[in-house]
């Protein structure tokens, strides 16, 4: 119990990060599909007049250019999304791999059984 409690604070802490990294990429990302929606919103209630002064195009570039600043911004903390859920996952199963071996060592020199061993 002591050695995998020694890992405790490790998978703690790298899940108290990613969890901050999701918190900070949903805020930016929501700002920057804010202006897209507005764009899009304000086109279709206002169809008539971009219809008739040809501006589809325009406003088509417009979203598509707001929306391309959301996927790069995205893509940047995906990035280091995958590095702190990775350094999570590994630490817990490194963690899990100690606690096996050290209960394999227990089982062989302190002649502990099986079952004792995960209780």
Wanted: with cysteine.
């Amino acid at each position: 119990g002591a050695v995998a409690l020694a890992f405790a604070p490790l998978i703690l802490i790298a899940t108290y990060k990613s969890g901050k990294i999701i918190e900070i990429r949903n805020m930016k990302e929501k700002s920057s599909s804010d202006e897209a929606s507005t764009i899009s919103f304000q086109a279709v209630s206002n169809i008539r007049t971009v219809a008739s002064l040809c501006l589809e195009r325009k406003l088509v570039g417009k979203c598509c250019a707001a929306l391309d600043q959301s996927h790069k911004k995205a893509v940047a903390h995906s990035h280091l999304l995958g590095l702190t859920y990775g350094f999570s996952n590994a630490v817990m199963t490194i963690a899990g791999g100690i606690v096996i071996y050290y209960g394999t060592t227990l089982i062989r020199d302190e002649n502990m059984d099986f079952k004792t061993l995960f209780m």
